[in-house]
């Protein structure tokens, strides 16, 4: 069982496209220090890379499917890792590979049909993928007119009511306890997420996996809202968000969600990724579907 964190093989390319954080080295030893259980696996051949995880009898990629929302081979597209793994894996053992773009599945499928094992492949979830236009007058002309008119209402009564809102972004263990604080207020189960060893994890993430915490704040300095994303030169990935109740009425969610697409246009970024769910409010600003796809299979004896 190969566990080496400090492998060069982290620097490979994912061969899913866009896929934000999830498979690098920081996020992964990140979610194994809080969260993993059983045995790692970080297999390795032939300029591939697949972080795995064996327990229970259960053969997945490293980083819970609740929590980690792509995954995907590092390096060569058709994942000889895969086969280097199969001598470690006991047979009858299940293999679960969740949460894969399609050009993963492909690579994954090919490496198992390889091994002469015949795969389930099934469409599981979707991330809502927002392909950002130019200028903000492009995206704002590109949403259906209900949406636009409802959009710039939206923002016209934040304004007039809170103030011009604006986007800082904070840092440091203050802003994540911020964050967890306002997802604490939530109703339901989202409040009930943010237990003290999840807002530990939302904590190492922060130092060390590099996240960010963007807060919409009002004219006053108020808080509308904590948003958790993570970005690089081409993408603004949406992990996590909660808002201050009491402006529920001021709809901040939707009206910060703008400043951030406005923002993310303006520095050039190709793609808003609001991450896994199908919400209706990501397809309303204008997100696609990306399907995500589950392959499962049993090791042969």
Not at 23 to 40: E, V, Y
Not at 132 to 140: G, K, N, R, T, W
Not at 217 to 245: K, M
Request: glycine share 6%.
């Amino acid at each position: 069982m190969a566990d080496n964190w400090s492998t060069p093989a982290f620097e490979l390319p994912p061969v899913g496209a866009r896929i934000g954080p999830f498979m690098s080295r920081t996020w992964l030893k990140t979610w194994w220090n809080h969260r993993g259980r059983g045995d790692l696996i970080l297999a390795e051949a032939d300029e591939s890379l697949l972080p795995l995880v064996v327990d229970n009898g259960v053969v997945e990629f490293a980083g819970e499917a609740d929590l980690t929302d792509y995954h995907s081979p590092l390096g060569s597209p058709d994942a000889p890792a895969l086969d280097a793994a199969m001598p470690d894996l006991r047979a009858g053992s299940l293999l679960r590979f969740d949460s894969l773009p399609a050009e993963a599945a492909a690579g994954i499928t090919a490496a198992l049909r390889r091994a002469e094992i015949s795969p389930s492949i099934e469409e599981h979830t979707v991330t809502a993928v927002l392909h950002l236009p130019e200028s903000f007058d492009e995206y704002l002309a590109a949403l259906a007119k209900k949406e636009r008119h409802e959009l710039r209402r939206k923002r016209r009564r934040f304004d007039n009511e809170a103030g011009p809102a604006r986007v800082e972004r904070r840092s440091g263990s203050d802003a994540v306890a911020l964050f967890a604080r306002l997802h604490r207020l939530s109703a339901g189960d989202k409040g009930a997420f943010m237990s003290e060893k999840m807002e530990a994890f939302f904590v190492g993430l922060h130092k060390e996996a590099g996240r960010v915490v963007d807060m919409p704040v009002t004219d006053s300095g108020r808080v509308a809202s904590a948003i958790f994303s993570f970005e690089d030169a081409s993408g603004y990935y949406l992990y996590n968000s909660a808002f201050e109740p009491e402006l529920q009425h001021l709809s901040p969610g939707n009206v910060m969600l703008s400043h951030l697409i406005e923002r993310a246009i303006e520095q050039g970024k190709i793609v808003f990724d609001f991450l896994k769910g199908d919400e209706r409010y990501k397809f309303k600003l204008g997100a696609e579907a990306r399907p995500l796809y589950l392959i499962t299979a049993k090791v042969p004896s």
